[in-house]
């Protein structure tokens, strides 16, 4: 991979996490919204919701951008199957290694 593949893979990969915690964001406040928390975004629902639409469109636009390559869709996969992985099996891991009780 090239060093302009590297960058645009890492880009994407943080418009992703960016987009899931802008996602995330938007889910707390519409399912706990008297959660307390030590900063609340002083906006209600529907403007934070309208406000997010910009961001979460340039970060949809970015991953979808980067998978145009086929060596970009390779690198997706790889880091998409590792994190996947990692989920699935560091638990597991981390058990079998007696570091942490999960039931």
Known sequence: MS???LIELDMS???LALSMELLALLR???TEPELRR???VPLGRWCLAVTYVVP???CVFEVLFSLHKPSMRAAWLW???SGLAMNMLGPK???WQGRAEYT
Do not use: M, N, T
Request: charged share 15%.
């Open 79 to 81: 880091a998409v199957g």
């Open 56 to 58: 979460l469109g340039l």
């Open 28 to 30: 707390l406040r519409w």
């Open 38 to 40: 030590p900063f609340r």
């Open 3 to 5: 060093l302009q593949e």
């Open 93 to 95: 891991i981390l058990q």
């Open 13 to 15: 990969l943080y418009a």
